[in-house]
């Protein structure tokens, strides 16, 4: 990454999001926030930065490490990640970021995140850009209880796992490729901020409760309308091939 773009981080409560900035030369600049997806980080957008930075626009960019991803803060043991908190902590990043004329680009989970606030405070958001995701998550009411149960349940497998270490970097890289099907190049930025490196040993930094299922899934109906209400310039982009349904667990 060119070095304008910083590391820097924010506290809410007793938590730290971490975040990549390139500040802009002036105060009133449009905020372009870009929010990643579920188990990525920050630099899923190495490419997009590095093209931002090569064209220079007078914007304040920031790309977030949503809380448990990435440089950013885990929760607590005893607190877990549904969707809907992740929209509170958007919320606060940007009171604590002072970001003004305020751009969202989210990439799957990110763009999910981004639709809802988007929808709950049109009036805070100037445009919004949704990448491989466009309806938030739904399922049959009927299908409740059985949610409730799976999530409830992995918690409890997780709550007896213990964490391991993975023989090297380079076995890392390649299991986010084969996780993935990108290159090398595609992923290695993502996989260099998941890491971190103790007494010669590897671990991944993010947060291994992500993998737990959702205890919630809102009805079509609910997501439906959410998209309904965003009022604020709002394009797409989905790929022509890919998954038919997405399977975020966290969500």
Known sequence: ?????KDKSLKIDDRTIAYLEREAS????????????WMDNAASFHALLALIEKQSPD??????DL???GHSSHKSPHHFYNFHDYIDDLHRILIKLHAVDVFLVGHSLGALIASCYSAAFPEKVSGLVQIEAHIPLSESPQLSAERLRKGIESRERWRGKTVKAIPSK???I???IR??????????PIVERDLRCE???WYWRHDSKLKCESVYRMAEQNAQAIVDAIQTPHLVILGERGYATFNIKSV
């Open 1 to 5: 990454m060119d070095s304008t773009f």
């Open 26 to 37: 002036k105060t009133t600049a449009k905020t372009v926030v870009f929010i990643h997806g």
């Open 59 to 64: 914007w304040r960019v920031v790309a977030i």
């Open 67 to 69: 809380p448990g991803h």
């Open 170 to 172: 380079q076995d890392a």
């Open 174 to 176: 390649n299991m986010r």
């Open 179 to 188: 996780a993935t099907k990108l290159s090398e190049s595609a992923v290695l």
């Open 199 to 201: 007494q010669g040993k």
